[in-house]
């Protein structure tokens, strides 16, 4: 994986793929499941484009009510995009006529059966595949656990720049609402990838302060942060990050906004609430020591 590149392709590359490629399941062997709460079904499918084929990773919804889990996926890449971190595959929300599906009839059946689908259409989000990824087993974020919490702001430490590269890891995590992950961590060319997304602006996080007590962020994240506070009103990172899911015009998204108001509500609020918190951080720290002993 290299900067704004999957797999050297662009996300407007693998969007086209998305919104044009021709979706097929596979007849046999393909790796599936159903959640024990029976709220979306996650698959490995094939996608053709251009002559082409390529692996995404297809996580549909059931006909009750799960849009805003799709919401949170599809947020939360979006935000590590407008922040520069690069730390999950490219995703878009997806409509897929099941006429226009090719594999097994009697297998989509069944998908369509268990998913309590009537209607002739699957939704959900798709996403790049993982390909060959280097697990770290019980070892999440090696660099920082190295590192103790701190209680109050020092700055000490000096970060390689594998311990920045988690360091912001964890900072995208926080600001959107997901912990630490309980199973192993996925990473591509030494690079940690988000993979549960959809736990997304779930739950307040505070377990992550401590960290940022090393008084240690990225110039280029605290500058876009401090510039959409000065326009909380017009261009705030929730504002824009809701415009960018309103305009997504592959996904099911927007048809979920009528009847996930409250959680778009809740989401933009408490992502508003995460960011006025590490700022306040990130200031403590700027007057203890200075701005470009802080920033890097």
Same mark, same amino acid.
Not at 22 to 49: C, G, H, N
Not at 210 to 233: A, D, G, K, M, W
């Given at each position: 994986?290299?900067?704004?590149?999957?797999?050297?392709?662009?996300?407007?590359?693998?969007y086209?793929?998305?919104?044009?490629?021709? #979706?097929?399941?596979?007849?046999?062997?393909?790796?599936?499941?159903?959640?024990?709460?029976?709220?979306?079904?996650?698959?490995?499918?094939?996608?053709?484009?251009?002559?082409?084929?390529?692996?995404?990773?297809? +996580?549909?919804?059931?006909?009750?009510?799960?849009?805003?889990?799709?919401?949170?996926?599809?947020?939360?890449?979006?935000?590590?995009r407008?922040?520069?971190? #690069?730390? $999950?595959?490219?995703?878009?929300?997806?409509?897929?006529?099941?006429?226009?599906?090719?594999?097994?009839?009697?297998f989509i059946?069944?998908?369509?059966?268990?998913? $309590?689908?009537?209607?002739?259409?699957?939704?959900?989000?798709?996403?790049?595949?993982?390909?060959?990824?280097?697990? $770290?087993?019980?070892?999440?974020?090696?660099?920082?656990? +190295?590192?103790?919490?701190?209680? /109050?702001?020092?700055? +000490?430490?000096?970060?390689t720049?594998?311990?920045?590269?988690?360091?912001?890891?964890?900072?995208?995590?926080?600001?959107?609402?997901?912990?630490?992950?309980?199973?192993?961590?996925?990473?591509?060319?030494?690079?940690?990838?988000?993979?549960?997304?959809?736990?997304?602006?779930? /739950?307040?996080?505070?377990?992550?302060?401590?960290y940022?007590?090393?008084?240690?962020?990225?110039?280029?994240?605290?500058?876009?942060?401090r510039?959409?506070?000065?326009?909380?009103? +017009?261009?705030?990172?929730?504002?824009?990050?809701?415009?960018?899911?309103?305009?997504?015009?592959l996904?099911?998204?927007?048809?979920?906004?009528?009847?996930?108001?409250?959680?778009?509500?809740?989401?933009?609020?408490?992502?508003?609430?995460?960011?006025?918190?590490?700022l306040?951080?990130?200031?403590?720290?700027?007057?203890?020591?200075?701005?470009?002993?802080?920033?890097?």
């Amino acid at each position: 994986m290299e900067l704004c590149q999957w797999y050297n392709m662009s996300d407007l590359a693998w969007y086209n793929i998305f919104r044009y490629g021709k #979706y097929e399941f596979p007849d046999t062997d393909i790796k599936y499941k159903l959640s024990r709460q029976k709220r979306a079904s996650s698959m490995q499918i094939r996608i053709v484009y251009e002559q082409l084929e390529y692996t995404a990773w297809l +996580k549909m919804k059931p006909a009750e009510k799960y849009g805003e889990r799709h919401i949170a996926q599809l947020a939360f890449f979006l935000l590590d995009r407008l922040l520069g971190f #690069y730390f $999950s595959v490219p995703t878009s929300g997806v409509r897929l006529p099941v006429s226009d599906v090719s594999g097994s009839t009697s297998f989509i059946k069944h998908l369509l059966r268990k998913l $309590s689908i009537q209607a002739e259409t699957l939704e959900g989000t798709a996403s790049a595949w993982i390909e060959n990824p280097v697990i $770290s087993h019980g070892d999440r974020l090696r660099h920082l656990h +190295k590192i103790a919490k701190m209680p /109050e702001a020092v700055n +000490k430490t000096t970060f390689t720049v594998d311990m920045r590269r988690d360091l912001e890891y964890r900072i995208l995590l926080y600001l959107s609402g997901i912990p630490l992950m309980t199973r192993d961590l996925q990473r591509v060319q030494g690079i940690p990838v988000v993979v549960d997304s959809d736990l997304a602006f779930r /739950e307040t996080m505070s377990e992550h302060l401590e960290y940022f007590n090393h008084c240690q962020f990225p110039r280029h994240v605290i500058e876009t942060l401090r510039l959409s506070r000065s326009l909380q009103n +017009k261009c705030s990172i929730s504002l824009t990050l809701l415009a960018l899911l309103r305009e997504d015009p592959l996904s099911p998204i927007r048809e979920d906004f009528g009847t996930n108001e409250g959680f778009i509500n809740d989401t933009m609020t408490m992502l508003d609430t995460y960011v006025q918190e590490l700022l306040q951080i990130v200031h403590s720290c700027i007057e203890r020591f200075s701005e470009d002993s802080v920033l890097y």
